[in-house]
């Protein structure tokens, strides 16, 4: 792909890159000083089709191949940008200098890898039609994947495919995972309130007590899982804040509950929104009292389509070999706002190792920087790949 001073001058230089976002991070879409880091890079790179300001602060560059007349089809790369709300503790050099701010899910890695990606391709064009460099924010719960879409950035780039990579401690550096169809589940969240009698906690029986129902209605949304879904159709129900009185002595007169629901199979959304509310509203009359249920609908089921899936396989071999690549890693419970690219065009999410680091979203995690240069030639063999002149 690349000589070996190459190598070692780009995976130098990325480094730095990956580095210095590590140590501004920037949450949401207020990712100011982040999207001028990129625009400044891409434009250093020769690319001069720069559009800013879709979804506040995302980027979308385009490096045309060849004879750079945009002839061929325009595939998407996305890496996403921002960063978490989490005080940080590994202990690195380059740590985080904004308090209460990390990048605790190696966004900088991403955003990093494909700068990278970028200079090669702007400096070779070795590939007949256009690549849409996409620069996400607000993946972190925000729904920035979503607003690119809604704001038309398929048709107004006419991207015709569209390719995510993320990182995954646990996984060897220099090895890649990937599988066709649901690799990561949709993201559901909901708010229970249990509302019922308060009174003095010495005089139980003169109270409709919330918080025991409440506790009769977790106990309920397990069978969900376990007595009403087909055991081979993952389901996940999770109830994961409680909130009743401020006192040890009072019964409060209603029980605030917070949980998400995560699923690989999109019709049991649906399933899981009727079901929460029937078996709480059960449990809840039968002891006098009441529920309130608010279900709200997040990120869809990642789904990798076949044939995109198999153009993102081969480059993955291409780069580290067969044997360094799972085809058929089995689906995670977590969530990815690339689902949203996904439903608007075919395409593939692809998992590359980090090595035994940290856990995502862990106050420890740091990108590992060994990866960067496996991420690099994963986007610069699928652009070869998919767009072979």
Known sequence: MLNTVDVRELHREVTEWRRYLHQHPELDYQLHNTARFVCEK???????????????????????????????????????????????????????????????????????MLLGAAKYLASTRNFKGTVALIFQPAEEGALGGLRMVQEGIMDRFSISQVF???????????????????ILAALDEFDLVVKGKGGHAAAPHETIDPVVIAAQIILGLQTLVSRSTDPLEALVVSVTMLKGAEAFNIIPDQVEMTG????LVPSLRDFAESRILACAQGTARGYGADVE??????????????AET???????????????????????????????????????????????????????YDFNDEALLYGIGYWVHLVESVLAP
């Open 164 to 182: 995510g990579m993320h990182n995954e401690p646990g996984i060897e550096v220099g090895k890649f995972a990937i599988c066709d169809g649901p």
């Open 260 to 263: 998400t629901v995560r699923t």
């Open 310 to 364: 198999k153009l993102a396989v081969k480059a993955a071999c291409r780069l580290v070999g067969t044997g360094s690549v799972d085809q058929k890693v089995k689906p995670q419970m977590g969530s990815e706002d690339f689902a949203y690219m996904l439903e608007a065009r075919p395409g593939a999410f692809i998992l590359l190792g980090n090595g035994a680091t940290a856990s995502l979203h862990n106050p420890a």
């Open 293 to 306: 249920l608010r279900y709200r609908r997040h990120d869809p089921v990642t789904f990798n389509s076949a």
């Open 42 to 112: 891409l434009a250093s790179f020769g690319i001069n089709h720069i559009e800013t300001g879709i979804a506040e602060t995302s980027i979308v560059a385009l490096i045309q191949g060849g004879g750079g007349d945009g002839d061929g089809p325009t595939i998407g790369l996305r890496a996403d940008m921002d960063a978490l709300p989490i005080i940080e503790a590994s202990n690195q050099p380059w740590s985080s200098t904004i308090p209460g701010k990390m990048h605790a899910c190696g966004h900088d890695g991403h955003t990093a």
